[in-house]
C-alpha cells in the first residue's frame, strides 16, 4: 500500500519501483501562479511524460498572504486546503508526493525564520539544529501536518499512500560545525525518529546534498556540516538523496561521475537506494542541456540510482534552471521514465 525501500530499491504495490521524477517546488502553495485549473494540467501533464513522483514544498512560513504558518503554531487553513488539493489530484493522476517540511534557505521562511522568531535576529541559523526551543516548534509543525486530515479525502496524511516520504528539509547545511556534520547528525537522528514514532507507514529522507567529509574538495571537506555516509546509516533514514548542479558548483563530466559513483556505493554499502532527487542546467546553458541530461542519465543507470528528479519541468517557457514539457529536454524527459520504468 506504501511505498517503502528494500535494499537499494524501492517498492510500490509489491513490485520493484524505479521512477524519473519531477521537482515543482510551487505546485502546493497558496500563494503565487497558480490556479487549480493549473493544478490540474501540471499533474495530468507530468503523468502524460511518464513522471511517478513529485517534490513540492510543504511549507511555508512568514507575515505573508498564502503562507502555511504566518506566526510560530499558527497555522493558515485556506493554504493546507491548497497542499490537500494537490495531494488529492495527484493521487487521481498516479503520482506520488515528497513532501519537505522546511527550507534551509530564506526562501518562504526557513530555518532562519524559525530561529529569528523564537530567539530574536542576531542569532545563527545553525541553532536551528540545537536550539531546544526552535526544535520543538519544527516539531510542532511536522505534528500538525502528519496529523492532518485531509477535506477532499478525509484521510489522514500518516495514512495517505500517495505521500511517497517525509523530508526533514529541503538542502540542510550547517556551516562552521567544525568540518564534522555532528550537529546536523544528531538532529537528522531526533527528528527521523520522532517522525516514525507519529507516521510508521511513510519513509523518511533528510533532502541533503550530498555532502561529506575527510577530503580536499570543498563538496568533501566537511565545510557545509554534512556528513552524508554518517547520515544514511541512521536507521530511521530510508534512502539518500543528492542534488547535482555542475554548473553552480564549477564542476566538469569527470568530476560529475565520480561524485554519482561515490555516493551511489555509500549509499549501496548501508543497503539503501539512492535518488538523483535535484539536477539541471542554467538558462544560458540550454544548448547543452541534452548533453549533460543523457549523461547523467546514463549514469543514473549505470550506477544503480533508484531515482531521478530533475529541476525542474514546467509547462511554461524556458527559465533558469527550469525548462519546458515542450521541445528535446522534455523528450528526455519521456525517454528516462521509459528506461526507468524498464528496470522494474
Known amino acids: 500500500m506504501f511505498a517503502y525501500a528494500d535494499g537499494t530499491y524501492f517498492i510500490v504495490d509489491e ?12 505546485l502546493g502553495l497558496l500563494e503565487g501562479r497558480l490556479t487549480l485549473e493549473d493544478i490540474d494540467r501540471i499533474l495530468a501533464e507530468n503523468a502524460r511524460m511518464g513522471i511517478k513522483v513529485m517534490r513540492i514544498w510543504a511549507f511555508n512560513s512568514g507575515p505573508k498572504p498564502g503562507a502555511i504558518q504566518p506566526k510560530l503554531d499558527e497555522f493558515n487553513e485556506e493554504a493546507l486546503q491548497r497542499l490537500d488539493y494537490v495531494v488529492n489530484k495527484a493521487k487521481e493522476h498516479g503520482i506520488m508526493l515528497i513532501l519537505p517540511f522546511v527550507n534551509y534557505w530564506e526562501d518562504l521562511c526557513g530555518m532562519q525564520w524559525y530561529v529569528d522568531e523564537t530567539l530574536g535576529s542576531g542569532h545563527s541559523i545553525n ?4 536550539d531546544e526551543t526552535v526544535k520543538s516548534h519544527y516539531r510542532n509543525y511536522i505534528r500538525m ?17 500517495a505521500i511517497f516520504a517525509w523530508e526533514l528539509a529541503n538542502e540542510p547545511r550547517n556551516k562552521n560545525d567544525d568540518f564534522t556534520g555532528t550537529k546536523l547528525f544528531l538532529w537528522a537522528s531526533e527528528m527521523a525518529q520522532y517522525i516514525k514514532v507519529l507516521d510508521p507507514n511513510h519513509m523518511v529522507a533528510t533532502g541533503e546534498e550530498g555532502f561529506k567529509t575527510g577530503d580536499e574538495d570543498w563538496v568533501d571537506n566537511g565545510s557545509e556540516g554534512l556528513d552524508f555516509s554518517r547520515n544514511i546509516s541512521i536507521p530511521e533514514i530510508d534512502f539518500a538523496t543528492v542534488h547535482l548542479y555542475m554548473d553552480g558548483w564549477d564542476k566538469d563530466y569527470a568530476w560529475t561521475e565520480a561524485f554519482m559513483q561515490d555516493r551511489a556505493a555509500i549509499a549501496k ?5 539512492i535518488v538523483l532527487e535535484e539536477y539541471g542546467r542554467p538558462f544560458e546553458k540550454m544548448d547543452q542541456r541534452e548533453e549533460a541530461f543523457r549523461f547523467w542519465h546514463s549514469k543514473v543507470l549505470e550506477f544503480g540510482y533508484a531515482g531521478a528528479m530533475v529541476w525542474q519541468m514546467e509547462d511554461t517557457d524556458d527559465l533558469g534552471f527550469a525548462f519546458s514539457f515542450k521541445g528535446n529536454a522534455g523528450q528526455t524527459m519521456l525517454e528516462q521514465s521509459m528506461l526507468m520504468n524498464a528496470k522494474a
Open 269 to 273: 554499502k548501508s543497503n539503501k537506494p
Open 15 to 26: 513490485k520493484p519501483f524505479y521512477f524519473q521524477g519531477n521537482n515543482t517546488y510551487f
Open 145 to 161: 501536518l502528519i496529523e492532518r486530515r485531509n477535506i477532499f479525502t478525509n484521510v489522514l496524511y500518516r495514512d495517505e499512500p
Open 127 to 130: 541553532e536551528f539544529y540545537t
